[in-house]
């Protein structure tokens, strides 16, 4: 493992412990959760190059796997199994966050499953006085698969209306999973929550072409710049949850 990368072991209720990456920022100023794609495990290059852009902004990172990956299969879990996972990661997040913010998200599904385990929590929010579910502080998207391949559809999406979190939201002008103009509409709808970083002729897994003149380190910085941006820029309330 490289300097500054951790193992870490995360066990919880509903799957058998999964493997996790515990990346540390000197002075860090958040936690980041990240929950990977359904196409690839935590070590991914992209996953592995996003944390450690992540961490040169001074955000730390926590990235796992989902029981499916964490055993080697290319299926993912049933949607209970996936949210049990998802919550084992931010209990432990919680706790290794050691009293600076908590964010989570994720790549494609590792987000939309985050924003869906979220959403099911309102009702312990309520109940908990207004402290947002795991403590968190804002969710992180980084290409929310908002629909299969040329089938536009906002249905994916209707469960962010229970997330009352600030959410950012970095999409590509080529993902095939969302459609440009659909993803502005479900930031629009989600009114001061939402933000949204667009990243031109990025595709789903955020390649772009050769002639953009940028390379995948290049759109990893810009990634990371644009979260470490907007965690600074939210108001004290929301970061200190």
Avoid at 81 to 94: D, I, Q, T
Avoid at 140 to 163: I, Q, T
Avoid at 164 to 193: C, K, W, Y
Wanted: proline share 7%.
């Amino acid at each position: 493992m490289p300097d500054g990368n951790r193992r870490v072991t995360i066990g919880g209720e509903g799957h058998d412990p999964v493997s996790g990456i515990l990346s540390e920022a000197p002075q860090a100023s958040c936690l980041l959760v990240l929950g990977h794609g359904a196409g690839a495990p935590t070590t991914h290059p992209f996953m592995a190059g996003l944390a450690g852009a992540l961490v040169a902004e001074g955000i730390s990172v926590l990235r796992y796997n989902f029981a499916y990956a964490e055993a080697g299969r290319r299926a993912p879990d049933p949607r209970r199994r996936l949210l049990a996972v998802a919550a084992s990661a931010l209990e432990h997040g919680r706790r290794w966050a050691a009293g600076t913010p908590l964010f989570a998200g994720g790549k494609s599904m590792g987000g939309r499953m985050t924003s869906t385990l979220v959403a099911e929590r309102k009702g312990d929010w309520a109940a908990a006085a207004e402290e947002p579910p795991f403590g968190l502080a804002g969710l992180v998207f980084f290409g929310f698969p908002l629909h299969a391949p040329a089938r536009p559809s906002l249905a994916r999406a209707a469960h962010l209306a229970d997330v009352r979190l600030p959410m950012l939201f970095h999409q590509g002008t080529r993902d095939q999973l969302a459609n440009l103009g659909l993803i502005r509409r479900v930031v629009e709808e989600a009114g001061s929550r939402a933000d949204l970083h667009v990243v031109e002729e990025a595709d789903h897994g955020f390649g772009v072409p050769k002639r953009s003149g940028r390379t995948a380190a290049d759109v990893l910085a810009s990634l990371a710049s644009r979260t470490a941006e907007w965690v600074r820029g939210l108001p004290a309330e929301s970061a200190t949850n």
